[in-house]
């Protein structure tokens, strides 16, 4: 980074991070987004045996970056000392091995991959479930639901195509649904590779703009995720529905979890727009 502002590729790292944390408390700026060194904070949670283990990854983006490491802190209320040394070692020393492009999005997906052995390790005196049965747990299989927006398609044929190859690919149920101008997606899955399919879409060129030129998605999300129980969602495969009506969208929200949802947030969208019944 050079002059007196970060440039575009931080930028555009900056806020596909936003888009993808944005739970409540996930993503935080410790500096002025416009700062030639941006400091942020982002925070992930974990799935223990008695509690949720909570982690915090703290950066800061020096001139020169990504050419130049960024500085990264780690820091949790629910892990040992020891263990936070452990995983601060090993993600400084993966960052060392990525090339020189915006890497924080890798970072964080190496942390979230490694941190069930550090968990194994430093919960094993404390936790009545043997170390397998903690790791299944905690390493992103737990299935999770999210509910994404988007604002448009203008190139639809090449965007859905797309979207479906990359749900197939991350092993992704759900619904691409339309409703007059009204694009939802559900994703049912592995929090990891939720994760993942939202850092695509930010991240590659998905649709054109106004002028026909390939650009990346700048307009989508994330309205609502949640970890499910088992059973209490049946999606079996990702579909993609054309909704005529407002009441034809509503039938695809069925059973207890998908019907909050679509009163939780889909009816607000709906009130946002003039949409025929």
């Known amino acids: 980074m050079a002059g007196s502002e970060i440039s575009e590729e931080v ?3 900056l806020q596909a991070l936003q888009a993808i944390y944005c739970g409540d408390g996930e993503f935080c700026m410790l500096s002025d987004p416009d700062a030639r060194v941006p400091m942020f904070c982002v925070s992930t949670k974990y799935r223990g045996c008695h509690d949720t283990i909570s982690i915090a990854a703290s950066f800061t983006l020096p001139e020169g970056y990504p050419r130049t490491l960024p500085e990264i802190s780690l820091s949790s209320e ?3 000392r020891g263990a936070i040394s452990k995983l601060k070692e090993g ?3 993966h960052a060392r091995t990525l090339p020189e492009a915006p890497m924080v999005l890798q970072l964080m997906t190496w942390l979230e991959e490694n941190i069930t052995e550090t968990l194994d390790q430093d919960l094993a005196e404390v936790c009545d ?4 049965s903690l790791s ?4 992103g299989e737990d299935l999770w639901l999210a509910l994404l927006h988007l604002d448009h398609m203008r190139a639809r044929g090449k ?5 479906v190859k990359w749900t197939k690919e991350l092993s992704l149920t759900g619904r691409l649904l339309f409703q007059e101008r009204l694009i939802l997606i559900l994703l049912l899955g592995s929090m990891k590779n939720i994760k993942e399919y939202i ?3 930010r991240t ?3 649709d054109v703009d106004s002028a026909g030129r390939s650009c990346k998605e700048r307009m989508l999300t994330v309205l609502w995720e949640e970890r499910l129980q088992e059973g209490t969602v049946s999606l079996t495969q990702f579909e993609v529905t054309e909704c005529r009506t407002v009441e034809q969208l509503k039938d695809q929200f069925t059973g207890d979890v998908l019907e909050r949802v679509y009163s939780e947030h889909v009816c607000t969208l709906l009130q946002k727009q003039p949409i025929r019944t």
Request: no cysteine.
């Open 136 to 139: 299944k747990e905690v390493d």
């Open 159 to 163: 965007y859905v195509k797309t979207i």
């Open 199 to 201: 850092t695509r879409q």
């Open 91 to 93: 993600i400084s020393a």
């Open 11 to 13: 930028a555009d790292e």
């Open 78 to 80: 629910s892990l040992s």
């Open 129 to 132: 479930t043997p170390k397998e």
């Open 204 to 206: 590659r060129s998905v």
